[in-house]
């Protein structure tokens, strides 16, 4: 069972940027790999996916233009750059495991099979 370690959450001011990062315990380079988020009071947020550089890289709308997802292989990890950081973006951030094969895009919790702590994000105003 892969599990997953995320980091890289903080305290910044609107406008900051921050880099998160997820490790694996295993190897993922097969899976599509995604970040959601869940701010409180509020239903888990698809933020992005990817399977490999260019292939099924996938955004949610609030984050679009802002954030960059990319994975390392060879270190077995996914991360996420932050740019432009909103107080609306304060959440925990969660990293996930998803399917095999590069067949399409996937946006849904529920197509992810395993999941990490989470970091907390908050961008004060």
């Known amino acids: 069972q892969v599990q997953l370690v995320e980091s890289g959450g903080g305290l910044v001011q609107a406008g900051a940027s921050l880099r998160l990062s997820c490790a694996a315990s295993?190897?993922?380079?097969?899976?599509?790999m995604g970040w959601f988020r869940q701010a409180p009071g509020k239903e888990r947020e698809f933020v992005a996916t990817?399977?490999?550089?260019?292939?099924?890289?996938a955004y949610g709308d609030s984050v679009k233009g802002r954030f960059t997802i990319s994975r390392d292989n060879a270190k077995n990890t996914v991360s996420l750059q932050m740019d432009s950081l909103k107080p609306e973006d304060t959440a925990v951030y969660y990293c996930?495991?998803?399917?095999?094969?590069?067949?399409?895009?996937?946006?849904?919790?529920?197509?992810?099979?395993?999941w990490g702590q989470g970091t907390q994000v908050t961008v004060s105003s």
């Open positions: 996930a495991v998803g399917p095999e094969g590069r067949f399409g895009v996937y946006r849904r919790q529920s197509d992810y099979m395993t």
């Open positions: 295993g190897q993922t380079f097969s899976n599509s």
């Open positions: 990817i399977y490999r550089a260019g292939v099924n890289v």
